[in-house]
């Protein structure tokens, strides 16, 4: 099965910034899409999805104002704009369907350092 690619993490400094994607497995992803993140030794979390027309957002509290999530218009590739970071952003982040129902196969995610 055919799993999410995510990239563009990296190294940063806290207050810096950074864009990760995604690529949707097997070409236009029509449903809600989230971006997950884990970090260790904790469970993962959700942190920003956007839904299947790509009209609404939503975000978990902590990072609301500093992340944005966006998709292309051929809804194969969605991107996470991350601002402001601090060290407790520090994570693997994950792309994958917004319902349980629909998740499909994780990928490998993207790993963000913040450093302080």
């Known amino acids: 099965q055919e799993q999410w690619v995510e990239s563009g993490g990296g190294l940063v400094q806290a207050g810096g910034s950074l864009s990760i994607s995604c690529a949707a497995p097997?070409?236009?992803?029509?449903?809600?899409v989230s971006w997950f993140r884990q970090a260790p030794g904790k469970e993962r979390e959700e942190v920003a999805s956007?839904?299947?027309?790509?009209?609404?957002?939503w975000y978990t509290g902590s990072v609301k104002g500093r992340f944005t999530i966006l998709r292309d218009v051929t809804k194969t590739t969605f991107y996470l704009l991350m601002n402001a970071l601090n060290p407790e952003d520090t994570a693997t982040y994950y792309c994958?369907?917004?319902?349980?129902?629909?998740?499909?196969?994780w990928g490998q995610g993207t790993q963000v350092v913040v450093s302080s």
């Open positions: 956007i839904g299947a027309a790509g009209a609404s957002e």
């Open positions: 994958n369907a917004e319902e349980t129902r629909r998740w499909t196969s």
């Open positions: 097997g070409g236009p992803f029509n449903y809600a």
